[in-house]
């Protein structure tokens, strides 16, 4: 069974960083291309955050770049995002996704529609 378990969200200041983590089981981690995506309450449809996939080919949204950086232990089957200098848009729900497949295999890999699991995600609130 494929399991995907997100960790690390929590209440931060403006400014602040954390680290989310994304413990996978039940696939071959090192062969799938693994997203971070976040829902804000009120949006239809999650927002693509950062890619990575087995060749390390990372993509990132361009509202991300700079501030969030997207790595995996394949040793640990864990995927990562370290976010810097959030913001309070940057308040939402977040969630890893996985796909079987490369960066350069998916037309867009910061959509939705291309990831077949899903973690139930964790919180992250930025806020004084």
């Known amino acids: 069974e494929v399991q995907l378990v997100e960790s690390g969200g929590g209440l931060v200041q403006p400014g602040g960083s954390l680290r989310l983590s994304c413990a996978a089981s039940?696939?071959?981690?090192?062969?799938?291309?693994m997203s971070w995506f976040r829902h804000v309450p009120g949006k239809k449809r999650r927002e693509g955050v950062a890619?990575?996939?087995?060749?390390?080919?990372?993509v990132y949204a361009d509202s991300m770049k700079g501030r969030f950086t997207i790595s995996q232990d394949k040793s640990k089957s864990t995927l990562y995002l370290q976010m810097d200098s959030l913001k309070p848009d940057d308040t939402a729900m977040y969630y890893c996704?996985?796909?079987?497949?490369?960066?350069?295999?998916?037309?867009?890999?910061?959509?939705?529609?291309?990831?077949?699991?899903w973690g139930q995600g964790t919180q992250v609130t930025v806020s004084p």
């Open positions: 890619t990575i996939d087995s060749d390390r080919i990372t």
């Open positions: 039940g696939f071959t981690f090192s062969n799938y291309a």
């Open positions: 996704a996985a796909n079987d497949a490369t960066v350069t295999d998916m037309i867009e890999p910061l959509e939705e529609y291309e990831y077949d699991y």
